[in-house]
């Protein structure tokens, strides 16, 4: 009989070397903390990504 994988093999935590801003359309951006770079915005809807952290 199949059954579910045990609990806790996802993220615990918040993603390390990564940030998000917020764009002037209203969207999220993630952003690389070690050198800089964007790395992807969220275009699906304008709800921030989960687990990382927020730029001031």
Sequence with gaps: ?????PKGGG???TV???SQTKTPSGHYIKRN???GR???VKTSDKTPFKG???EA
């Design 1 to 5: 009989m199949a059954r579910n994988s």
């Design 11 to 13: 993220r615990i935590g």
């Design 16 to 18: 390390k070397a990564r």
């Design 33 to 35: 903390v070690a050198n």
């Design 38 to 40: 964007f790395m992807d």
């Design 52 to 54: 990382v952290r927020k």
